[in-house]
């Protein structure tokens, strides 16, 4: 009998109404697991976009220090390049400065030194030609002398006369270097023999 009471129970029941018992137990256990969200996994996701975003922003914040210190780095280089370049020109100005100075230098040592050259040949040259000259006296002297003897018929053995008739000779011909040599050479030639004449006749 009971069980006929439960069964017709059970089949008057209606299914569109929910049992109490069942909406007490999922109550239950929707809290509990809202209560595990709100206290376990909430805050564990909150600290995970927490550190997120302090990442990204400290990322963010590196990154922009970083490009800081680079355009830092790249004007402070730009700025060497350029005192870099400055102190290339300074040293090349001034390398070409002490280039000009020593070739000046070494042109006025070269000319010093061709005008001690030049004086010291021209010196020397003073000095043959003298010697020559006075060799030269020697021998045309000796050699007018004997001429003239021979053209006046007589020995001119006076040195004194000699002398000046080889000075006299000698003389003109120092004047004669200036025209013609044929010319020189017979009015030297005719001095002697003037100079020899008048020696004879004295």
Known sequence: MNRLQILAAEEGANPLIPNVWEIVVTLLGFGVLLYILIKFVVPAFEKTYAERTAAIEGGIEKAEKAQEEANAALTEYRQQLEDARGEANRIREEARADGAKILADLKARAAAESARITEQ????IEAERTAAVASLRSEVGTL???????IVGEALDDDERSRRVVDRFLSDLEHADAGSAGHGSVRAGSTAVGSDGSAGDR
Request: glycine share 10%; hydrophobic share 45%.
């Open 121 to 124: 040949a021209h010196t020397q």
């Open 144 to 150: 007018a002398t004997a001429l003239a003897g021979k």
